[in-house]
């Protein structure tokens, strides 16, 4: 491939950054752009203000613009890797950065060395954790290549009418020393570095042609080849836009109470959390907040993949990068700009990136043998034909420079990570944040999906539907004995009891010595007596159960209904019955989980009653009921002997199942930060719909890069044949290079449109 190995139209000239950070890779990969001059770095000392300091060293990220190929990756790794104090380095090519750790003191040593390959490193300011601002190459003019394109086909042109040699070779050399001095030098760079990249491959094939007096052939093959690399660099950035896009959807400009009572346009970056910003009609919002004062419609779907709009007023909670279609209103602002839940998203997206999917890692391992294997190749048909067979050296040499033009395995190489990128960012569109290719890819593969009840398949928000007393008491007292306790509690059904009381103005009493049974219920202390609060199971733990009792029990929970007990040391004092209601989307999404050929089980905290009733309105193969947390983990565990299994879960109690399954899917993640950064894939809003679109997806991204490493290695065995047979050409190798880079890239960012 061209374009993504020599960026000669990619040589940044600003400043250089004068302090230097390490940071973390999994944070902002892609958002800086003050290139370079080779100004000498601060001392490490100065940068370490800002750096991360790890178990193994200094964690150091630098960006690198013209980096983009595994051949320049390659050659930075075989220049620091014999460095003293230098450890891991990972390459993130999609972002252009390098993330090295190092011993204290190195860091110079590592910039300098990667100067010396003729790279420019750039690093983020010191007190920043990441790069600021897009990584952008400045467009070169194009003037210069379209007349060395006139000139080489002038060389074409007075060979074909058979003028003086002289003449088609001044002007060949006038095209090449045009175009493609940047290549010599980096082929120059590479070699002298004892690697093969294609600036190396190009800068032997075409010096070949000129020794075998090919003039026209040479200029035209390095003019195809500059030409190629800008046209792939526009296609390469387009996978990387993707993400920058994501940054466009919040404004500049945030519109900020002052303390004086006036409002002012600021810098939405430079608002401090605890501000109180105005929203009009039509205006993007800049960052998270809750809102005081107002109501409207916004429009979530930047953030959650949602077609409607959805209705806010005071108390609910409004995301940076939503649009606010309707009315205007006021909201507190509850996260920093570099923290909000679109920040996240964003950095998340970015951190994925390194990630590898195994296609990827196969490719890669690929690639480093492939490019020896095809030069010696090339050697040999120099060579062999004529030594062994007699055969004429003319021929067999220009045979082997044009096996040289195809060695380079980057459109192969570069498919993989364009086809990921725009796979994630397709999802993350959608209101999918998949946390890498790995998963991305295994989706696919998924036999069965675990599923949580409440708040995934139920609305979560169930209400009490019953009470009935057990004993000889107070009705009220008991219903402010349940209330006290049950607002302690965050379980839904505990809330609904809360709720309950509340629309009934039962008094509420203070509870001492409180605790949470995760799975069972609540305790606690009201006026000195021990009073629980709790499902069936933990009736019968406490042995407080009854025959009467468990057929009244088993009635309601017949019902679907979930029951949960006011008890005290002695008995049951009454019990509430609370119903939640299954959601419409989640039907359709188990239907088409079946469709995909995946089955489903529900693993819930309540009674098996409860669970088959609500596993049958949603067509669920099979429900678990009174499922602990390590319950839920260890079904999963039992379910993942048949093969890849997934977890869906909203709360803190699916932690653990979560963690074994093999895909862990958080449901409603929007503005939960820790869902964001620990699940595999975070489900942006409560539609369950989406995990089914999550498979197709991963389908569609697999079948991709299938297609274009077929795509890739195919039209390189086709040439590699031709050329064998001596009908091909250099500049048809070069068509042909060019041609699978061109195809591979259009091909993978063909699913950001799905």
């Avoid at 020393?177 to 190396?200: D, H």
């Avoid at 526009?234 to 006036?262: F, H, W």
Wanted: with cysteine; aromatic share 6%; proline share 4%.
């Amino acid at each position: 491939m061209a374009s993504c190995c020599n960026h000669d139209h990619a040589e940044p000239n600003p400043t250089e950054r004068n302090h230097a950070e390490a940071h973390d890779h999994h944070g902002d990969h892609d958002h800086d752009h003050d290139h370079g001059s080779g100004h000498a770095p601060t001392s490490d000392l100065s940068a370490l203000s800002a750096a991360e300091v790890t178990a193994n060293g200094i964690k150091l990220s630098v960006r690198i613009m013209q980096m983009d190929c595994p051949t320049e990756e390659a050659l930075i790794r075989k220049k620091l890797a014999g460095m003293a104090g230098v450890g891991a380095m990972e390459f993130n090519l999609m972002q252009r950065v390098l993330t090295v750790v190092h011993a204290p003191q190195q860091q110079a040593q590592i910039l300098a060395a990667i100067r010396t390959l003729g790279f420019t490193p750039e690093l983020p300011e010191a007190t920043q954790q990441a790069f600021q601002s897009p990584a952008e190459v400045p467009a070169r003019p194009w003037w210069p290549l379209a007349l060395s394109g006139a000139t080489a086909l002038l060389a074409e042109v007075t060979h074909w009418l058979g003028w003086p040699e002289w003449l088609s070779a001044a002007l060949a050399l006038a095209a090449i020393l045009s175009c493609g001095l940047t290549t010599y030098k980096k082929g120059w760079v590479a070699i002298r570095n004892g690697n093969l990249n294609i600036n190396a491959l190009m800068s032997i094939a075409v010096t070949g042609a000129l020794l075998l007096r090919q003039w026209p052939e040479a200029a035209m093959v390095m003019v195809l080849f500059t030409v190629a690399e800008l046209i792939e660099a526009k296609s390469l950035d387009r996978a990387r836009n993707a993400i920058s896009a994501l940054m466009q959807l919040t404004p500049e400009l945030a519109t900020v109470k002052q303390p004086d009572g006036s409002w002012l346009d600021v810098e939405a970056s430079t608002v401090t959390v605890g501000s109180v910003v105005r929203v009009k009609p039509g205006e993007q919002l800049g960052l998270d907040g809750e809102v005081i004062s107002g109501r409207s419609s916004i429009n979530q779907a930047p953030i959650t993949g949602e077609s409607l709009p959805v209705e806010k007023s005071v108390g609910d909670l409004v995301y940076a990068g939503t649009l606010n279609e309707a009315g205007s209103f006021e909201y507190r602002v509850t996260a920093a700009a570099s923290n909000t839940t679109l920040a996240r998203i964003i950095h998340a997206v970015e951190a994925a990136q390194g990630a590898k999917a195994p296609t990827q890692r196969f490719v890669d391992q690929f690639a480093r043998v492939y490019t020896p294997i095809v030069f010696v190749l090339a050697l040999a048909v120099a060579v062999v034909p004529p030594l062994a067979f007699s055969g004429n050296w003319h021929d067999w040499i220009y045979k082997a420079l044009v096996l040289l033009v195809i060695a380079c395995p980057c459109a192969l190489v570069i498919s993989t990570p364009v086809t990921v990128v725009s796979g994630l960012v397709a999802a993350a569109r959608k209101g999918m944040l998949i946390k890498g290719g790995v998963y991305l890819e295994q989706g696919r593969k998924l036999l069965w999906l675990a599923l949580d009840k409440t708040g995934t398949i139920t609305h979560g928000k169930p209400e009490q539907t019953d009470f009935e007393l057990r004993a000889a008491v107070d009705e009220k007292r008991c219903r402010s004995l349940a209330a006290s306790l049950a607002g302690r509690s965050d379980h839904p059904v505990s809330q609904a009891i809360a709720r309950s009381a509340e629309a009934a103005y039962v008094q509420q009493w203070r509870v001492d010595d409180f605790e949470a049974l995760p799975g069972r219920g609540v305790r606690g202390q009201i006026e000195g007596v021990t009073y629980w609060l709790g499902n069936h199971r933990l009736v019968e733990e406490l042995k407080r159960c009854s025959t009467e009792l468990e057929e009244r029990l088993d009635a309601l929970e017949r019902q679907g209904k979930s029951v949960v007990m006011l008890f005290d040391q002695q008995q049951v004092l009454a019990l509430f019955a609370v119903a939640d209601t299954v959601k419409e989307t989640s039907r359709a999404a188990i239907a088409e989980l079946h469709a995909l050929g995946i089955k489903t089980v529900m693993l819930t905290g309540d009674n098996p009653h409860t669970a088959d009733a609500i596993a049958a309105q949603v067509g669920i193969d099979q429900a678990r009921g009174n499922q602990m947390p390590d319950d839920k983990l260890k079904a999963v565990e039992m379910f993942g002997a048949d093969g890849p299994v997934g977890m869906v879960g909203d709360g803190i109690n699916d932690a653990p199942a979560l963690a074994q399954a093999d895909i862990g899917f958080a449901m409603g993640a929007m503005g939960t930060g820790t869902a964001i950064e620990t699940a595999d894939v975070a489900l942006m809003d409560d539609d369950l719909r989406k995990v089914p679109a999550f498979v197709r997806l991963s389908q569609a991204t697999h079948g991709v890069l299938i297609q274009n490493i077929v795509l890739a290695l195919g039209i390189k065995a086709v040439f590699l044949l031709l050329t064998l047979a001596g009908m091909g050409t250099m500049w048809m190798a070069v068509f042909a290079d060019v041609g699978a880079s061109l195809l591979v890239v259009g091909n993978g960012l063909r699913l950001l449109r799905l």
